[in-house]
């Protein structure tokens, strides 16, 4: 059984930094890109940033770009988003997913939660003005 555990959310004041962690269990995902989304309470689920398989390629939203940093760590399964600059409006649940499927294909970043396979269930993230 796959899953996902985010940790490394917490409150923080504008202005600061939290560096978000997302680990694999159950499997390896060597061929699957990574993603990280977010959803504030009444608001849908919205695209953070992606990287690929191998990590040569990431996406961010506008939101994200200058500001946050997605990298991994294949061989610890694990997903990071290092997150800089925070704002009131970055307030929100955060949640991993992994974009993969069966074959020999190398997945590359995408923005939309419904080509992804796997989630976690989130680590919350407030940051206070």
């Known amino acids: 059984q796959v899953q996902l555990v985010e940790s490394g959310g917490g409150m923080v004041q504008a202005g600061g930094s939290l560096r978000l962690s997302c680990e694999a269990s159950?499997?390896?995902?060597?061929?699957?890109?990574m993603g990280w989304f977010r959803q504030a309470p009444g608001k849908e689920r919205e695209f953070v940033s992606s990287?690929?398989?191998?990590?040569?390629?990431?996406d961010y939203a506008d939101s994200a770009k200058g500001r946050f940093t997605i990298s991994r760590d294949n061989a610890k399964n694990t997903v990071y988003l290092q997150m800089d600059s925070l704002k009131a409006e970055d307030t929100a649940v955060y949640l991993c997913a992994v974009r993969w499927g069966t074959g020999t294909r190398y997945w590359e970043p995408a923005a939309t939660p419904d080509q992804y396979v796997y989630w976690g269930q989130g680590t919350q993230v407030t940051v206070s003005s």
């Open positions: 159950g499997r390896t995902f060597p061929s699957a890109a």
């Open positions: 990287i690929s398989w191998n990590g040569g390629t990431t």
